[in-house]
């Protein structure tokens, strides 16, 4: 429960102080889009990072536990990426288009990674030690780097508004249908098998809330991220990461909801198998 306090109290103080920060457009160079990123990969990271130290402090290994270990860090560089690509507006706002676009491209590649990892997740759970999961998690890559390739030869031309703060990245219509076509495909069936994993559960009520939490994290992020796309005014943003930032803690507090001794998942209490 400690932790899971931790990330209320983080998400209400990220929320205020997002809230607080919307005066600082009309006195300074205010870049919203980079600023709430650089926040989020910051939480993002650090939550990896909780994991990972979990995992070097057990003897037993998990491996799903260890996906989402990796999940949290790739997509907190992805949104760091995304954040300090930002930094050339107080150096020479004139390359902030080549540097932004080249910033989207890169930092994208991470997420398509996480969407690998978080795949893997629930494949480990149902199937612990074969070797399905890198098939998929193969697959989202590859989906992945065709749409990187994409984005190369069709790159995105982004716009700094100064009057919102907001970054409108102008991305190609083409990997713009791509991108939530490939989360659809990671967290799309994430979501469909710890639904699944908690209807098999409902008689382990441990199994079974940490299933549905994990299930709503992941629907949560995938409903706010596309908001950001559309939001036009600072209002709009932020409420769209405050969402997305909601769905992180929501998924973080699924992982550690019942301590590090259980399975992160799982319909018959069993050890998970190094694969």
Do not use: C
């Amino acid at each position: 429960m400690k932790q899971i306090t931790t990330y209320i109290l983080t998400f209400l103080a990220v929320s205020l102080f997002y809230l607080l920060a919307l005066p600082l457009q009309k006195v300074v160079v205010f870049p919203l889009t980079g600023f709430v990123h650089t926040i989020d990969s910051i939480i993002l990271i650090l939550i990896g990072g909780k994991l990972w130290r979990d995992l070097a402090t057990k003897q037993a290994t998990s491996p799903a536990k260890a996906y989402f270990m990796y999940f949290f860090v790739t997509v907190g560089i992805f949104q760091l990426i995304m954040g300090l690509s930002h930094v050339i507006l107080y150096i020479d706002a004139a390359l902030f288009p080549i540097v932004m676009n080249w910033g989207y491209i890169v930092g994208h590649v991470f997420l398509y990674l996480s969407l690998a990892f978080s795949l893997m997740v629930p494949l480990e759970l149902s199937f612990p030690g074969k070797k399905v999961k890198y098939y998929a998690a193969s697959l989202i890559s590859l989906f992945g780097l065709g749409i990187t390739y994409i984005n190369i030869i069709k790159p995105n031309h982004p716009v700094y508004e100064s009057a919102t703060g907001i970054t409108f990245f102008n991305a190609d219509p083409l990997v713009g249908k791509l991108i939530p076509i490939i989360v659809l495909l990671s967290w799309g069936v994430a979501v469909v098998m710890f639904i699944w994993n908690a209807i098999k559960s409902r008689h382990n009520r441990m199994a079974l809330i940490r299933s549905i939490v994990i299930s709503v994290g992941f629907i949560i992020t995938t409903a706010g991220g596309p908001l950001h796309d559309v939001a036009q005014t600072s209002v709009q943003f932020l409420v769209a990461d405050i969402l997305t930032l909601l769905g992180f803690l929501t998924l973080a507090s699924g992982i550690t909801l019942f301590g590090q001794d259980e399975p992160v998942v799982a319909a018959t209490p069993q050890p998970l198998q190094q694969g």
